[in-house]
């Protein structure tokens, strides 16, 4: 079976970093994906990785390491429309299903 | 360009009725998908195509789901009989391609539209 686990909320200040990790266990594995998402608003892409390292990409920067089933979203100089969930999707069996986790709500205080 | 849109964006239905969602996906893109998302939760692949193909509907929940792409661009998801446990946000989403070729994956991002929030009563 599939299995996303990350955390479930997660609260920051205003300029300060935060890492949003993800663990996953799937069948077959074609990468991932960080997806942004508003309330009642449609998922933006952030990022994707199919190679173990860390992609940046202005203040936000994504992580894979394959062999653990780990990756982590990485915001830095936080503003205050950085409050979203934050989905975390590997890409399973073929090129094309995407697999999500639950989501983490973050909260940034001024 | 214009991105991935959705009609209609709310939804109230009785609990029997049958309803109808539409997709317009990005000009262009080969790739459709539908997915369900509960509140709280994450997208729920529910079925993919390519051009006019339905290539995987394995995530669809029962008979009483039905998508079709026949022209290969509008998708429509079509729900009969709906039920209380069938209110959630219907995504769309669409990407250029996503093709296996000689044995390799090529992944395009997958680009959703804002959904359609179904509630039925």
């Known amino acids: 079976g599939q299995n996303i686990d990350q955390p479930t909320e997660m609260t920051a200040t205003e300029g300060a970093i935060v890492q949003i990790n993800c663990t996953y266990q799937t069948s077959g594995f074609n990468g991932l994906f960080w997806y942004q998402q508003h309330a009642g608003e449609a998922p933006t892409f952030l990022s994707y990785?199919?190679?173990?390292g860390l992609e940046e990409k202005g203040r936000f920067s994504s992580f894979l390491s394959r062999s653990k089933g780990y990756s982590y979203l990485l915001l830095k100089e936080l503003q205050m429309k950085d409050s979203a969930s934050y989905l975390c999707?590997?890409?399973?069996?073929?090129?094309?299903?995407?697999?999500f986790g639950s989501g983490t709500r973050l909260l940034v205080r001024p | 360009g214009a991105g991935v849109s959705q009609s209609p964006r709310y939804k109230v239905a009785k609990r029997g009725q049958d309803v109808a969602l539409r997709c317009d996906p990005i000009?262009?893109?080969?790739?459709l998908f539908w997915y369900q998302q509960a509140l709280g939760q994450g997208p729920e692949f529910l079925t993919y195509f390519q051009n006019e193909a339905q290539l995987d509907k394995s995530g669809l929940p029962s008979d009483r789901f039905f998508a079709e792409r026949p022209e290969g661009s509008v998708s429509t998801l079509k729900i009969q009989r709906t039920q209380q446990e069938d209110s959630a946000v219907y995504l769309c989403a669409s990407s250029l391609d996503s093709t296996r070729e000689e044995g390799v994956s090529v992944t395009d991002t997958q680009y959703f539209g804002p959904g359609t929030r179904l509630t039925v009563l």
């Open positions: 000009s262009g893109h080969v790739s």
């Open positions: 990785n199919v190679l173990d």
């Open positions: 999707a590997p890409l399973v069996d073929s090129s094309y299903k995407l697999i």
